[in-house]
């Protein structure tokens, strides 16, 4: 039997026990279905080797060895990794277009007594739904931006709204990177197509008549595309602005940021870059300030000079609908947290 998948949401309720990605630990590195576990029938060494003797020697010599590689991986599986499993269990299966590494594995799972079936059309067809909802739709939510200067702990309060049950996107935490110049965090971004699925699933999850908050961000952060979809939803979003005196800022700067100004030498990569559209007066300034280690002054100079420039031309281009301004005022604990509960309320006034 095949799941033919008609929508994002049908995966999502697919009613099977576990779903099983048999492709490469590379290919579902990229991207996979959301709750997959990863038992690849060919890893990333037999896949190539198998598509270079496919393309430069036979076919059927490709067919005839990724045969015998695909049986023993499977097999090793099933006594590894599923045998823990009683008869009633119910896998579903897929591999990249839902043919022979899905297939096999799925066969050799019923002939066991498992109740397996496989995704028609495999990955393939299950990024399809996932271009559908966020590139050739219109999402159906009320979004609500929080914008603010940059150090005006607006990822702080979204965090904390998600605590107090706030339908909240936070866009930075599945691009894995803070959106700004010093944003990059070590464990690096996912993949386009893995950002989009993490995407896809939270969007669907939301509620539609409750509002849904989301940090105001440009169309990229870092090396990722924020998707038509939603892109189009945010602009057309109104605000919450956050406010909050430029020292406070630099302070509240300094501390989140505190494991990007140990790394001077990387610290110093990042921004001068920056010499062609900020001057070397400017950028020399900052260095001076990293050699001599003033992190707070340093956070007020980036701000005064690069950041705070960034966000009033960002304001001027887009121009946005501020229905409501915040002040944090020292950005201390309690100040947040008044804040937050601020915002809450607001939310709250505009659920249908």
């Known amino acids: 039997m095949t799941l033919k998948l008609m929508s994002f949401q049908a995966i999502q309720k697919h009613g099977y026990d576990t779903v099983i990605d048999v492709r490469s630990p590379a290919e579902f590195a990229e991207d996979h279905i959301p709750g997959a576990i990863n038992l690849p029938v060919l890893d990333d060494h037999e896949r190539a080797m198998v598509g270079t003797i496919y393309k430069q020697e036979s076919p059927f010599k490709a067919r005839k060895i990724g045969a015998a590689l695909v049986f023993r991986n499977a097999a090793n599986h099933i006594e590894k990794n599923l045998s823990h499993h009683e008869g009633g269990w119910k896998p579903l299966v897929y591999c990249w277009r839902g043919g022979k590494r899905s297939g096999s594995f799925s066969w050799m799972l019923r002939e066991i007594g498992w109740r397996s079936d496989l995704i028609e059309g495999g990955y393939r067809s299950y990024r399809r739904q996932v271009t559908q909802l966020l590139y050739d739709s219109t999402l159906d939510l009320r979004f609500v931006q929080l914008g603010g200067y940059t150090g005006t702990a607006k990822t702080d309060i979204l965090h904390r709204l998600r605590d107090l049950g706030a339908q909240v996107l936070d866009l930075e935490g599945v691009a894995q990177h803070r959106g700004s110049l010093l944003g990059a965090m070590p464990s690096g971004q996912p993949a386009q197509k893995r950002f989009e699925s993490i995407l896809a699933q939270t969007l669907s999850g939301f509620d539609p008549k409750r509002p849904v908050l989301v940090e105001a961000e440009s169309s990229k952060i870092g090396k990722l595309n924020l998707p038509p979809s939603l892109w189009e939803a945010m602009k057309k979003?109104?605000?919450?602005?956050?406010?909050?005196?430029?020292?406070?800022?630099?302070?509240?700067?300094?501390?989140?940021?505190?494991?990007?100004?140990?790394?001077?030498?990387?610290?110093?990569?990042?921004?001068?870059?920056?010499?062609?559209?900020?001057?070397?007066?400017?950028?020399?300034?900052?260095?001076?300030?990293?050699?001599?280690?003033?992190?707070?002054?340093?956070?007020?100079?980036?701000?005064?000079?690069?950041?705070?420039?960034?966000?009033?031309?960002?304001?001027?281009?887009?121009?946005?609908?501020?229905?409501?301004?915040?002040?944090?005022?020292?950005?201390?604990?309690?100040?947040?947290?008044?804040?937050?509960?601020?915002?809450?309320?607001?939310?709250?006034?505009?659920?249908?």
């Open 237 to 352: 979003a109104p605000w919450f602005e956050v406010t909050a005196h430029l020292f406070a800022r630099a302070k509240y700067l300094s501390q989140t940021y505190s494991d990007v100004l140990e790394n001077r030498e990387e610290l110093v990569a990042r921004l001068q870059p920056l010499r062609h559209f900020r001057g070397h007066a400017t950028v020399d300034n900052w260095m001076q300030l990293i050699e001599r280690g003033e992190n707070v002054q340093l956070c007020l100079a980036l701000s005064q000079d690069h950041y705070d420039p960034a966000y009033d031309k960002s304001i001027r281009s887009v121009g946005p609908k501020v229905i409501r301004r915040f002040d944090v005022a020292d950005l201390s604990v309690g100040a947040i947290d008044v804040v937050t509960r601020q915002i809450a309320t607001d939310l709250q006034q505009m659920e249908i």
